[in-house]
Antibody, heavy 122, light 107 residues
Framework: EVQLVESGGDLVQPGGSLRLSCSAS????????MHWVRQAPGKGLEYVSA????????FYADSVKGRFTISRDYSTKTLFLEMSNLSADDTAVYYC???????????????WGQGTLVTVSP | EIQVTQSPSSLSASVGDRVTITCRAG??????INWYQQKPGKAPKLLIY???NLQSGFPSRFGGSGSGTDFTLTIVSLQPEDFATYYC?????????FGQGTKVEIK
């Protein structure tokens, strides 16, 4: 069974930084593209970032480009999201998501973690 | 960025009703549309991918159709467990974008 467990969400001040982690199990982590998707309180879903299976290609929403960095560690089967220069607009639940098929970065969000809450406030 | 417009934003329906939610893309995206179901306090779940492929675990009363710019999610006989928010999402190109969501409520 696919399991994705996010951690690292916290209350942070505007301009601050945070690193989110996602521990993956139940599938061959190295074979799948991975994503971060967020949801502000009471709002809809927003794609944040993606990384392909070999880590060689990354993608970002314009709203986070230059401030967020996605990466992955194959030895620990962990996905990361480094966030900097945070603002109130970044307040959201951040979901770690596995893509649909092996080896392909489809942008189809197949399996989701439970999410971790990031709150940016003075 | 491809805009995805979903309608309606909410609807009220009764158990047994047929429900239709539409999604329109700002440009042709072939059949690169996916649908998700989200219940309160829970993570979304992939419901339909590539316009019409039902994800394992969901019943056949859910169906998707469309190609190009116009897409439809249909629930042929609404059940109590189907009350949720539904999102469409284009996977034609990054940045992948979502519709605004449709909240299906009990009438």
């Amino acid at each position: 069974e696919v399991q994705l467990v996010e951690s690292g969400g916290d209350l942070v001040q505007p301009g601050g930084s945070l690193r989110l982690s996602c521990s993956a199990s139940g599938f061959t982590f190295s074979s799948y593209a991975m994503h971060w998707v967020r949801q502000a309180p009471g709002k809809g879903l927003e794609y944040v970032s993606a990384i392909n299976s070999n880590g060689g290609s990354t993608f970002y929403a314009d709203s986070v480009k230059g401030r967020f960095t996605i990466s992955r560690d194959y030895s620990t089967k962990t996905l990361f999201l480094e966030m900097s220069n945070l603002s109130a607009d970044d307040t959201a639940v951040y979901y770690c998501v596995k893509d649909l098929r092996e080896w392909e970065l489809l942008g189809v969000f197949h399996s989701w973690g439970q999410g971790t809450l990031v709150t940016v406030s003075p | 960025e491809i805009q995805v417009t979903q309608s309606p934003s909410s609807l009220s329906a009764s158990v047994g009703d047929r429900v239709t939610i539409t999604c329109r893309a700002g440009q042709s995206i072939n059949t690169y549309i996916n649908w998700y179901q989200q219940k309160p306090g829970k993570a979304p779940k992939l419901l339909i991918y590539a316009a019409s492929n039902l994800q394992s675990g969901f019943p056949s009363r859910f169906g998707g159709s469309g190609s190009g710019t116009d897409f439809t999610l249909t629930i042929v006989s609404l059940q109590p467990e189907d009350f949720a928010t539904y999102y469409c999402q284009q996977s034609y190109t990054s940045p992948w974008t979502f519709g605004q969501g449709t909240k299906v409520e009990i009438k």
